[in-house]
Nanobody, 121 residues
Framework: QVQFVESGGGLVQSGGSLRLSCVAS????????MNWVRQAPGKGLEWVSL????????????YYADSVKGRFTISRDNAKSTLYLQMNDLKPEDTAVYYC??????????RGQGTQVTVSS
């Protein structure tokens, strides 16, 4: 079955950086667009970033929520079935549990356990 294992979260000071990873299994990773979504404490799920399939081993076009544009970079390694999110210049409002999802995300619950990112001011 489809599985995701997210990792790389932690506690970081404002302005710091983290790199999240998501290892996928149970489907042909390279054929699917992939997303990062997040859930802040007491809030609903929020879309963060999308990377399209295609474009070779490193994927295709990328898209970002306005709140993270210029600070976050999504990438993928199709050979490793792994999705990444490089997060720079982190802010307290980035504090959330981060999840990866496949396909066109429509607000549904993510499959993985997520990875916690906490940014202190």
């Amino acid at each position: 079955q489809v599985q995701f294992v997210e990792s790389g979260g932690g506690l970081v000071q404002s302005g710091g950086s983290l790199r999240l990873s998501c290892v996928a299994s149970g489907f042909t990773f390279s054929n699917y667009r992939m997303n990062w979504v997040r859930q802040a404490p007491g809030k609903g799920l929020e879309w963060v970033s999308l990377i399209m399939s295609g474009g070779g081993s490193g994927g295709g076009s990328t898209y970002y929520a306005d709140s993270v544009k210029g600070r976050f970079t999504i990438s993928r390694d199709n050979a490793k079935s792994t999705l990444y999110l490089q997060m720079n210049d982190l802010k307290p409002e980035d504090t959330a549990v981060y999840y990866c999802t496949e396909g066109s995300w429509n607000g549904g619950l993510p499959r993985g356990q997520g990875t916690q990112v906490t940014v202190s001011s």
